[in-house]
């Protein structure tokens, strides 16, 4: 059974840093492309980023280039995001996912960023 759980959330201030842990489980972690997902308050699920399973091929949205970095732990089955530079724009219920449209995602982690 697959198990994505997310962590790392909060409210943060318009310019601070969080960073996403997502543990996962029941598949073969290091043989499957991750993605993270979010979806604002009234509107629906946006792709963030994507990598690649080693790591070292990464894709990201446009608006999160440069302000946030995706990357994953094979070793520990855990994908992270550590998001900076952040805005308002950026509040939203963030999922870890295994496939790029977010069907099979995690419960989420609310991330808040608000002064």
């Known amino acids: 059974q697959v198990q994505l759980v997310e962590s790392g959330g909060g409210l943060v201030q318009p310019g601070g840093s969080l960073t996403l842990s997502c543990a996962a489980s029941?598949?073969?972690?290091?043989?499957?492309?991750m993605y993270w997902v979010r979806q604002a308050p009234g509107k629906g699920l946006e792709w963030i980023s994507s990598?690649?399973?080693?790591?070292?091929?990464?894709y990201y949205a446009e608006s999160m280039r440069g302000r946030f970095t995706i990357s994953r732990d094979n070793a520990k089955n855990t994908l992270y995001l550590q998001m900076n530079s952040l805005k308002a724009e950026d509040t939203a219920v963030y999922h870890c996912?295994?496939?790029?449209?977010?069907?099979?995602r995690g419960q989420g982690t609310q991330v808040t960023v608000s002064s």
């Open positions: 029941g598949f073969d972690f290091g043989r499957y492309w």
């Open positions: 990598i690649g399973i080693r790591g070292n091929v990464t």
């Open positions: 996912a295994k496939d790029n449209s977010g069907t099979v």
